[in-house]
T-cell receptor
Framework: SQQGEEDPQALSIQEGENATMNCSYK?????LQWYRQNSGRGLVHLIL?????REKHSGRLRVTLDTSKKSSSLLITASRAADTASYFC?????????FGAGTRLFVKA | NAGVTQTPKFQVLKTGQSMTLQCAQD?????MSWYRQDPGMGLRLIHY???????DQGEVPNGYNVSRSTTEDFPLRLLSAAPSQTSVYFC??????????????FGEGSRLTVL
C-alpha cells in the first residue's frame, strides 16, 4: 500500500506555538497533499506538493517533501485555537489518492 | 456554486437492505471518488472514476457498486447492507491535471448506520 502514515497521532500545544506533523509513505507518488477536517465535517484541502518539489508555503503553512526518505512534514506556525482539527496527509499515485489515519491537533487558548 | 453535494446526510438501514448514496458536483470535474471514514480513522478509497463511463476499484470495494453515466453524478450503491458498512461516506471530485487527479473537493458526508 502507498498509504500515508502520520506522526504523531495526537498533538496538544499552546496558542502561538508551532505545530509539526509528519507523514511517511511506501511507494512512488505523483503528489502529496495535506487536508484538514473539523469534527464531523468534510475535508478541506490545504496544500499540494508535487513529487519534483521539495518545499511549499501557503500562509502559515510550510510543507516539505523528501522523496528519498518517502516522507513529508507539515508545519503550522503561530498556531491559533481555530487550528484545532484533524490533519491528514494523502498520497496520489496513478489515479488513486490514499489517506493516512491523521494527526489530531488541539491548540489551547 | 454548490460544489459537491451528497444526499442523504443521514440514513439508517437494516442488515440486508440496499440503498444508493447520491453525489453530484457542478464544477465540471472529470475525476470523482468515494471514501469511507470509520471513527478515529482516515479515509479509505472505495471506488473512483476518471470520467463518464469509466470506474475502477479502490482499497475497499467489496459490497459497493458505482456507475458514472454523466460527468456530474457518481452514485454509490450498497448491495446488501452489513453492520460493517456503518460509516461516514465522503464523495470527492477533482479537476484532473492532464490525466491525474489533483486537489480533492469533498462533500459534507453521508452518515450511514446499519442495524
Amino acid at each position: 500500500s502507498q498509504q500515508g502514515e502520520e506522526d504523531p497521532q495526537a498533538l496538544s500545544i499552546q496558542e502561538g506555538e508551532n505545530a509539526t506533523m509528519n507523514c511517511s509513505y511506501k511507494t512512488s507518488i505523483n503528489n502529496l497533499q495535506w487536508y484538514r477536517q473539523n469534527s464531523g465535517r468534510g475535508l478541506v484541502h490545504l496544500i499540494l506538493i508535487r513529487s519534483n518539489e521539495r518545499e511549499k508555503h501557503s500562509g502559515r503553512l510550510r510543507v516539505t517533501l523528501d522523496t528519498s526518505k518517502k516522507s513529508s512534514s507539515l508545519l503550522i506556525t503561530a498556531s491559533r485555537a481555530a487550528d484545532t482539527a484533524s490533519y491528514f496527509c494523502a498520497v496520489t499515485g496513478g489515479f488513486k489518492t490514499i489517506f493516512g489515519a491523521g494527526t489530531r491537533l488541539f491548540v489551547k487558548a | 456554486n454548490a460544489g459537491v453535494t451528497q444526499t442523504p446526510k443521514f440514513q439508517v438501514l437494516k442488515t440486508g437492505q440496499s440503498m444508493t448514496l447520491q453525489c453530484a458536483q457542478d464544477m465540471n470535474h472529470e475525476y470523482m471518488s468515494w471514501y469511507r471514514q470509520d471513527p478515529g480513522m482516515g479515509l479509505r478509497l472505495i471506488h473512483y472514476s476518471v470520467g463518464a463511463g469509466i470506474t475502477d476499484q479502490g482499497e475497499v470495494p467489496n459490497g459497493y457498486n458505482v456507475s458514472r453515466s454523466t460527468t456530474e453524478d457518481f452514485p454509490l450503491r450498497l448491495l446488501s447492507a452489513a453492520p460493517s458498512q456503518t460509516s461516514v461516506y465522503f464523495c470527492a471530485s477533482s479537476p484532473t491535471k492532464g490525466v491525474l487527479p489533483g486537489e480533492l473537493f469533498f462533500g459534507e458526508g453521508s452518515r450511514l448506520t446499519v442495524l
